[in-house]
């Protein structure tokens, strides 16, 4: 049993227990409450978020990528309500608040809602520059990371990346994906992204941790159907870049040590480590990569969350540049993880313009 699903089976009669004195509070703001019927609709909410990561473990289809659909959106909108009774609870003790104001505190959660579910699926390009003294032609690539292919962000999702990427390959001349090109969510099927096999730039992918809890094989088969590249903690000369693929390191899997990372550093060109996660930077730097390029921070995906972010992450998203004139890119992500919501956040393929200083 995967990471993911025992967090699911954990976390879900909590979650149920939650949504219960959530529902208690919200009704009581607005009329009666019945405790029978909370529970009930409390239990049904939440088996909404653990049933069907049994049935998409065997075959995704239509109908249970719908229900985890509803449940990610019915996360986000528990957050948002208790966040909402907060701060009425709060005012409610030093002034009267009418009920006029008590009704358009929780309609905000809907209205924000809609905007929450228009951001995650709207597919924004944004672009940066990079310097670099040993560059001898200018080069683009293509950053994304995160896209959680699975039970929430379906096909769907590898079309809209397809699309895009079709749209920037005459401007671009590489795409690479650090991680995360998988959620966990559902089984990956072996044609699962075959529309990036229409893309004519090539497409590089590291695994990062999610693209483990289904079995990273049926991933890795998905990608080389689609004629994406592969870097499993390995290399890949392309043009004036070397380009190392450091595979996500859970407790099984080895992490190269420091001598084996510096051995794979070309001098002659610009070494770039692709690294789901944006820790360590400062050790690879100092071994020799001039780029490392990660992701899976989301930028916190939504608020308040992103303002808290930086409590996990120390560099959360953002271009970076230390003493060494190294370079960290921590880009936000395509999707999203649990919940088909973002604020304050991208869904971003980031262009990265790599020039001579």
């Given at each position: 049993?995967?990471?993911r699903?025992?967090?699911?089976?954990?976390?879900?009669?909590?979650?149920?227990?939650?949504?219960?004195?959530?529902?208690?509070?919200?009704?009581?703001?607005?009329?009666?409450?019945?405790?029978?019927?909370?529970?009930?609709?409390?239990?049904?909410?939440?088996?909404?978020?653990?049933?069907?990561?049994?049935?998409?473990?065997?075959?995704?289809?239509?109908?249970?990528?719908m229900?985890?659909?509803?449940?990610?959106?019915?996360?986000?909108?528990?957050?948002?309500?208790v966040?909402d009774?907060?701060?009425i609870?709060?005012?409610r003790?030093?002034?009267?608040?009418?009920?006029?104001?008590?009704?358009i505190?929780?309609?905000?959660v809907?209205?924000?809602?809609?905007?929450n579910?228009?951001?995650?699926?709207?597919?924004?390009?944004?672009?940066?520059?990079?310097?670099?003294?040993?560059?001898?032609?200018?080069?683009n690539?293509?950053?994304?990371?995160?896209?959680?292919?699975?039970?929430?962000?379906?096909?769907?999702?590898?079309?809209?990346?397809?699309?895009?990427?079709?749209e920037?390959?005459?401007?671009?001349?590489?795409?690479?994906?650090?991680?995360d090109l998988?959620?966990?969510?559902?089984?990956?099927?072996?044609?699962?992204?075959?529309?990036?096999?229409?893309?004519?730039?090539?497409i590089?992918?590291?695994?990062?941790n999610?693209?483990f809890?289904?079995?990273i094989?049926?991933?890795?088969?998905?990608?080389?159907?689609?004629?994406?590249?592969?870097?499993?903690?390995?290399?890949?000369?392309?043009?004036?870049?070397?380009?190392?693929?450091?595979?996500?390191?859970f407790?099984e899997?080895?992490?190269?040590?420091?001598?084996?990372?510096?051995?794979?550093?070309?001098?002659?060109?610009?070494?770039?480590l692709?690294?789901?996660?944006?820790?360590?930077?400062?050790?690879?730097?100092?071994?020799?990569?001039?780029?490392?390029?990660?992701?899976?921070?989301?930028?916190?995906?939504?608020?308040?969350?992103?303002?808290?972010?930086?409590?996990l992450?120390?560099?959360?998203?953002?271009?970076?540049?230390?003493?060494?004139?190294?370079?960290?890119?921590?880009?936000?992500?395509?999707?999203?993880?649990?919940t088909?919501?973002?604020?304050?956040?991208?869904?971003?393929?980031?262009?990265?313009?790599?020039?001579?200083?």
């Amino acid at each position: 049993m995967s990471f993911r699903s025992r967090r699911v089976i954990i976390s879900t009669p909590f979650y149920m227990g939650f949504l219960f004195f959530l529902l208690k509070y919200i009704f009581l703001l607005i009329g009666d409450v019945n405790e029978a019927c909370l529970i009930i609709l409390a239990i049904l909410i939440g088996s909404f978020h653990l049933i069907p990561m049994f049935f998409e473990a065997k075959k995704s289809t239509v109908f249970w990528r719908m229900v985890s659909t509803i449940d990610g959106v019915c996360m986000w909108a528990s957050l948002m309500f208790v966040i909402d009774l907060a701060i009425i609870y709060l005012l409610r003790m030093f002034i009267h608040i009418p009920d006029i104001l008590i009704y358009i505190l929780l309609a905000a959660v809907p209205i924000l809602g809609i905007y929450n579910y228009y951001k995650a699926h709207k597919l924004t390009v944004n672009e940066k520059v990079l310097e670099f003294d040993n560059l001898t032609r200018d080069i683009n690539l293509v950053h994304l990371s995160d896209v959680h292919f699975g039970s929430v962000r379906h096909r769907e999702i590898i079309h809209k990346i397809s699309s895009k990427l079709k749209e920037l390959e005459y401007d671009c001349d590489i795409a690479i994906i650090s991680g995360d090109l998988a959620d966990g969510s559902s089984i990956i099927e072996e044609d699962d992204f075959m529309e990036l096999k229409d893309v004519g730039m090539p497409i590089v992918f590291t695994p990062g941790n999610h693209d483990f809890y289904m079995g990273i094989d049926n991933v890795v088969r998905a990608c080389k159907n689609a004629g994406v590249i592969v870097l499993d903690n390995d290399c890949l000369e392309f043009k004036n870049l070397n380009i190392y693929g450091l595979t996500y390191s859970f407790d099984e899997i080895e992490m190269p040590t420091a001598d084996e990372l510096k051995s794979k550093i070309n001098q002659n060109l610009v070494n770039i480590l692709v690294y789901h996660v944006p820790y360590n930077w400062e050790e690879f730097s100092s071994l020799g990569f001039d780029v490392q390029l990660s992701g899976h921070t989301h930028g916190g995906q939504f608020y308040p969350v992103v303002n808290f972010s930086w409590i996990l992450f120390k560099y959360n998203m953002g271009l970076f540049k230390n003493d060494l004139g190294k370079y960290l890119h921590v880009t936000t992500g395509v999707g999203s993880m649990d919940t088909p919501m973002r604020w304050g956040t991208d869904s971003e393929l980031v262009i990265l313009k790599l020039r001579k200083k």
